[in-house]
Antibody, heavy 123, light 113 residues
């Protein structure tokens, strides 16, 4: 059974870099059938897509965050990671990692999610 | 960006009755080459991640009760919950995956009347 688990600091100082890792178990992160994505949700608010990555390293980012975000994959560890730099209080959110079915080089809905991790930016 | 607008923002429905949630996209999410609508619906309960209910606008995810159904095409979509049960209290989101950035609706909060 597929499991995704986010890990990383729950507190990040303003202007510094938020770093999270998602560990995938129960399925191969190198499967050609999936992309792997990050979604965030500020407390009490809606969902925002951050970006997605294929096992080959191909990435797509939300333009609203593109200048600050980097997503990478380590297939040997079955992990993919998120880095968001120059954070502010507006980046305080629950961060989810999730799997996206994929065909023909495109990615679709999120069919499996981690439990999410709350990251709070403080000054 | 494709803007997804849901209506209403919240609704209260009696147990056993039908709940209808609408989602409108600012441009078509129908891909002409395969005639598929690139739209999904999610349910999110407090303290939990979202759970996909419907994809391709009308395909029910495995394990999702058949009281959940999706319909619509091009820019106008509907999630219908027939025979509302207490466990259906949640926030519901639509999402388009037609183009990047992937975008979600603002959410509709469903409560029991």
């Amino acid at each position: 059974q597929l499991q995704l688990q986010e890990s990383g600091p729950g507190l990040v100082k303003s202007s510094e870099t938020l770093s999270l890792t998602c560990t995938v178990s129960g399925d191969s992160i190198s499967s050609s059938n999936y992309y792997w994505g990050w979604v965030r949700q500020p407390p009490g608010k809606g969902l925002e897509w951050i970006g997605s990555i294929y096992y080959s390293g191909t990435t797509y980012y939300n333009p609203s965050l593109k200048s600050r975000v980097a997503i990478s994959v380590d297939t040997s560890k079955s992990q993919f990671s998120l880095k968001l730099n120059s954070v502010t209080a507006a980046d305080t959110a629950v961060y989810y990692c999730a799997r996206q079915p994929s065909t023909s080089g495109w990615f679709f809905w999120f069919d499996s999610w981690g439990q999410g991790t709350l990251v709070t930016v403080f000054s | 960006d494709i803007v997804m607008t849901q209506s209403p923002d919240s609704l209260a429905v009696s147990l056993g009755e039908r709940a209808t949630i609408n989602c409108k996209s600012s441009q078509s999410v129908l891909y002409s080459s395969n005639n598929k609508n690139y739209l999904a619906w999610y349910q999110q309960k407090p303290g939990q991640p979202p759970k996909v209910l419907i994809y391709w606008a009308s395909t029910r995810e495995s394990g999702v009760p058949d009281r959940f159904s999706g319909s619509g095409s091009v820019t106008d979509f509907t999630l219908t919950i027939s025979g509302l049960q207490a466990e259906d209290v949640a926030v519901y989101y639509c999402q388009q995956y037609y183009s990047t950035p992937i975008t979600f609706g603002q959410g509709t909060r469903l409560e029991i009347k």
